[in-house]
């Protein structure tokens, strides 16, 4: 009785000592694809510079020679007595409305383009004119098992581990074979994204750029319950189990006589 005990406890500290940290293979980012570790493989696909949609939020400054035009455009882009810039949202039908000019259709379009068709639109009245156009909300939200939060794009090509290293990097306990993306698309239901961000492959795959609006979403695995983040916290699960399998054996020595 007592040696069936003993053995019971020995491989229930084993399981939870092998169980009970995190290995590469199942955090590890940018693995290759072996025989005991089948990851899966995404295609390349080429970036698509992000288009505005409705709702979407822009600034502009426009600069020209004619210092009165000048003095009074300015105004236009930032509120008076303050550092805040006026934004000018796109409104359902794709336009915004922009002072002295009849609404501009922006929806659909790029920055650039935005920036070139909103130059020809002042144009028309100042012949000089020089626009210079951004989008105003261009930021991505991350939540889940993670630092949640709103962050700003920095760059026009942020990739994903740039964007999880501002929000402080993926913690042990998330799911990296299920990471999601949630994608809003105007007039159209939200595009979901779901890959394995371990793969070396998701490099210049459709899942490796973020683009303004987009949510990350990382789920918590349903094992990290009995896993450990540290080897401070390893070490304490391995002193804990001993101490268990201690407890145990003088247990089944009092009572298995």
């Known amino acids: 009785m007592r040696k069936q005990v003993i053995k019971i406890l020995v491989v229930l500290m084993t399981s939870v000592v ?106 028309t009245i100042i012949p000089d004119a020089d626009v210079k156009l951004a989008l105003y909300n261009k930021t991505f939200t991350v939540i889940g098992d993670i630092r949640s939060g709103t962050y700003r794009i920095y760059r026009e090509k942020m990739n994903i581990f740039q964007a999880l290293a501002m929000s402080g990097d993926l913690l042990n306990s998330g799911d990296r074979k299920h990471v999601r993306i949630i994608r809003p698309r105007t007039n159209e239901e939200p595009e979901v994204l779901e890959f394995d961000i371990r793969t070396n492959s998701i490099v210049n795959s459709e899942y490796y750029y973020v683009y303004p609006n987009d949510v990350i979403y990382v789920a918590r695995t349903k094992d990290s319950f009995v896993k450990v983040d540290s080897y401070t916290g390893f070490l304490g699960l391995i002193t804990s189990s001993v101490g268990l399998l201690i407890s145990a054996l003088n247990f089944a020595v009092l009572f298995g006589k």
């Open 18 to 123: 092998l169980t009970g940290c995190y290995g590469h293979k199942a955090i590890g980012l940018l693995q290759e694809p072996t025989k005991q570790n089948k990851l899966p493989q995404y295609e390349k696909a080429e970036y698509e510079p992000y288009r505005l949609q409705v709702n979407d939020e822009i600034i502009y400054r426009v600069i020209t020679m004619d210092e009165t035009l000048a003095k009074t455009l300015g105004t236009n882009n930032v509120s008076a007595g303050s550092n805040y810039a006026v934004t000018y949202r796109i409104y359902q039908d794709g336009t915004v409305d922009i002072p002295f000019l009849q609404p501009v259709h922006l929806a659909g379009l790029t920055e650039r383009e935005a920036q070139d068709t909103l130059q020809a639109a002042f144009r």
